[in-house]
């Protein structure tokens, strides 16, 4: 059965391009995205690395680590990360998996078979410092994904975690944010003194709390 939202991201111990990787341990108290790449050596996914490394500061600021999987070799990993910094402009600066015998593509559901029997989708699991999964995304091996709008979601999940507030339709920061519904009225008037408006009573709109 395919992981679902809230369920704990499974365990697994890993070569990568930065040594081996125990994934909870590895993942410590940090926000955490593990996103998979159907192959080396593949144009696509040669721009979604460059990309990632290229935004290293802005998952920083998030406490959010990141992490890549091919269900290639190392050998092949560190034959294909030159191309990286060479058609990218920038050098890869987190760890990538070598998953040869695709045990944490069949443990994550990575693999497709009506898509590929052999390549993984480009599928993305983003995890919370409990472990769980807050969100999962899945792309064809054509689509390049975006990861301004993965910082986007981010943002919004970690608000939901901090503040109990949600993100509305093509939120971007520093927008006005909703408050959830489990949270009463009188509670949010502790909450958000300043106050909110009320366009219904289960549509509560407030500036996006600070911090
Ligand atoms: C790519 O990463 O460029 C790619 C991989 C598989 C199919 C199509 C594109």
């Not at 704990?8 to 108290?29: C, I, M």
């Not at 500061?57 to 990993?77: A, P």
């Not at 599928?123 to 990861?147: C, E, M, Q």
């Not at 939120?171 to 006005?176: I, V």
Request: proline share 6%.
């Amino acid at each position: 059965m395919s992981l679902r939202l809230g369920d704990e991201a499974p365990d697994f111990t890993a070569e990568t391009t930065d040594g081996t990787v125990h994934f909870h341990q590895w993942l410590g108290n940090s926000w955490g995205v593990l996103f998979s790449h159907p192959k080396d050596f593949t144009p696509v996914c040669t721009t979604e690395l460059g990309r990632v490394s290229a935004l290293k500061g802005e998952f920083e600021k998030r406490n959010t680590k990141v992490i890549g999987l091919s269900v290639d070799s190392l050998e092949s990993h560190k034959g294909w990360i030159g191309d990286i910094k060479e058609t990218q402009g920038h050098a890869l600066n987190f760890p990538l998996i070598a998953d040869p015998d695709k045990k944490v593509a069949n443990l994550y559901g990575m693999i497709h078979p009506n898509a590929s029997d052999t390549a993984t989708v480009r599928s993305v699991f983003v995890i919370g410092p409990d472990k769980k999964i807050k969100l999962t995304l899945t792309y064809p091996a054509s689509t390049g994904r975006n990861f301004d709008e993965l910082l986007r979601v981010i943002d919004s999940l970690q608000l939901t975690a901090k503040h109990k507030v949600a993100t509305p339709v093509d939120w971007k920061q520093g927008q006005d944010v909703i408050i959830v519904p489990s949270v009463s009225d009188a509670d949010a008037k502790s909450q958000f003194p300043n106050g909110w408006k009320t366009l219904k009573p289960y549509l509560r709109v407030v500036a996006q709390p600070k911090g």
